[in-house]
């Protein structure tokens, strides 16, 4: 069984992309969103144009890796650190009829549905909750990409209403399984959200 992992890379006033790589673990492929990246690393660097916006990228790298012989593929932001071992404790919950892992799950998020360590199912779409960083099989995420709600998201919705919550939508439309973890898999490191959000410690990876 083989993964792919993305890592979509946008300029930022404070990079951390260096600290992102040291805790990663596992092989990836960058994908800048801008025409320049600016640090050198040993990893697959994979352009696929110029800046679209963040839903927008997240949709062509997620397909791209959807074109892979991969069996399990994910998307992540440059702004993330790894728990070690993160990915193969992943990649055991993606068992038939999940959707996908959500391998960052915030503190305020495990404070709002008072979980426990280990495994929890999330039951609802859009908005129930936040957090990200999805691990997929590949035949889901094939399927996902073709989903009216997806597409729609894709092709419809201003630059910043497009984030990668509509996929917790979809999947729940499609009656799969929707899983997380605590403690979280990825801590968020990075100042803002791709789309301006400030963050706050609600989201601090739950038990970083």
Not at 40 to 46: H, L, M, N, R, Y
Not at 59 to 67: E, I, K, Q
Request: proline share 4%; aromatic share 14%; hydrophobic share 35%.
């Amino acid at each position: 069984m083989t993964t792919k992992i993305g890592v979509m890379w946008y300029p930022r006033k404070k990079e951390v992309f260096r600290q992102m790589e040291q805790s990663i673990g596992v092989p990836f492929t960058v994908y800048p969103d801008f025409e320049v990246f600016k640090f050198k690393t040993e990893q697959e660097v994979k352009y696929l144009g110029g800046n679209v916006g963040c839903f927008k990228h997240y949709h062509r790298v997620l397909t791209d890796l959807c074109n892979s012989d991969a069996d399990y593929v994910g998307v992540f932001s440059d702004d993330l650190v790894y728990k070690k071992g993160w990915l193969d404790e992943a990649v055991k919950e993606l068992k038939d009829g999940v959707g996908f892992v959500a391998c960052y799950v915030p503190k305020g998020v495990r404070n709002r549905f008072n979980w426990s360590n280990g495994w929890h199912e999330l039951k609802g779409g859009w908005d129930t909750a936040y957090g990200g960083g999805y691990l997929f099989r590949k035949d889901v995420a094939i399927e996902l990409l073709k989903h009216p709600f997806i597409i729609n998201h894709l092709n419809n919705y201003e630059a910043n209403q497009q984030i990668d919550h509509a996929f917790p939508e979809a999947v729940h439309q499609m009656g799969l399984k929707q899983m997380f973890h605590v403690p979280s898999f990825i801590n968020h490191i990075g100042i803002s959200s791709t789309i301006g959000h400030l963050h706050t410690p609600d989201n601090v990876g739950a038990g970083w």
